[in-house]
């Protein structure tokens, strides 16, 4: 997420590179997508809480929140999924 937020790649990107080079089935923002984003967010806070503030979300993750983009789940996340599913 950092290296989105950052403008060095964007989520697709990201995906993409992670599923060419490890031979994962799914990207990590795909991933966080389809547990949600909302879910995400706290469980990096409780993280960032054991581990310091490395750990905390980025202000893009907690944009997409605010706005109700929660991941697969309302149709629009780090993609775009369409109607909610």
């Given at each position: 997420?950092?290296?989105v937020e950052e403008g060095i790649a964007t989520p697709d990107?990201?995906?993409r590179a992670c599923t060419l080079a490890f031979n994962h089935?799914?990207?990590p923002l795909q991933t966080v997508?389809?547990?949600g984003l909302d879910t995400y967010v706290k469980a990096s806070e409780a993280m960032a809480a054991h581990y310091g503030e490395r750990f905390l979300p980025t202000q893009g993750l907690r944009a997409l929140v605010n706005a109700g983009h929660y991941g697969y789940k309302t149709g629009?996340?780090?993609s775009d999924y369409g109607a909610a599913q």
């Open positions: 997420m950092r290296i990107d990201v995906n089935a799914m990207g997508d389809l547990g629009r996340g780090f």
